[in-house]
């Protein structure tokens, strides 16, 4: 079993009187979430369920990586901007799957991600972290997570 925490892809800023939640993903964001959707697949992980913010750019980029995965994201407000500890409680309540994939927003996700992984670790957009899960049951918490690694859009071959 696995966990995924992404970061939503890159969001755009050409509409100045946009309320932050409402802003969507720009060009380069499009094109990194469905790569981003296409290397978790390459390493043998396809989401079986998705969960995401409301805000725009969020549900776009779970939207793209679901239709790469044949999945149906489903959204959480609690996730918008969401703090460590909102993302331990989001965690704690979901329901065991193959692989979960969770799409938030910084800074949360990357105060989490090093409060599970023990260490810091930089989630620029459309970035994901690999968690394995080392227990078939019971809540998904800090104490059966195994740190794996995080992929960086960046840092894909072929970028």
Known sequence: MHLLLMRHAKSSWDQPGLDDHDRPLNERGLRAAPRMAR???DQGLQPDR????TAKRAEQTASLVGKTCGVIPIQNEDLYLADPETW??????QPRSKCLLIVGHNFGIEEFIEELAGDYH???TAAVAHF???QAEGPLSKENLDFVTVWRPKELPGH
């Open 39 to 41: 290397h978790l697949q």
């Open 88 to 93: 331990r409680e989001i965690l704690g309540t």
């Open 132 to 134: 394995h899960v080392t």
């Open 50 to 53: 998705i969960v995401c913010s």
């Open 122 to 124: 930089r989630m620029p």
